[in-house]
Nanobody, 116 residues
Framework: QVQLAESGGGLARPGGSLTLSCVYS????????MAWYRQAPGKQREVVAG???????TYADSVKGRFTISRDVAKNTLYLQMNSLKPEDTAVYYC??????????WGQGTQVTVAS
């Protein structure tokens, strides 16, 4: 059973946009808050954005005003709308619960590359 499946990454030019999707297991994550994480080459994985309710969203300072996290509970899907992309946004993006659960493995992630 797939627990987390990210998609939507690709190559974007600086200033461009991408929308990431993450289908998650309803059974496993039905009581969890969710977040998007990313890991750039040579760097630690970091939280990009988290959603605790429709009105409680958090963002890393580096993406505030550019990224928007949302969730469709009926579709078990988490989204990340990324606008005004910068080369430093290049990373593998993952979704997972927040806080992390020791019984859940990471998905394969989706590669985002921002380059001209």
């Amino acid at each position: 059973q797939v627990q987390l499946a990210e998609s939507g990454g690709g190559l974007a030019r600086p200033g461009g946009s991408l929308t990431l999707s993450c289908v998650y297991s309803r059974i496993i994550f039905r009581f969890n808050n969710m977040a998007w994480y990313r890991q750039a080459p040579g760097k630690q994985r970091e939280v990009v954005a988290g959603i605790f309710s429709e009105s409680s969203l958090t963002y890393a300072d580096s993406v505030k005003g550019r990224f928007t996290i949302s969730r469709d509970v009926a579709k078990n899907t988490l989204y990340l709308q990324m606008n005004s992309l910068k080369p430093e946004d290049t990373a593998v993006y993952y979704c997972n619960s927040v806080p992390l659960r020791p019984d859940v493995s990471w998905g394969q992630g989706t590669q985002v590359t921002v380059a001209s």
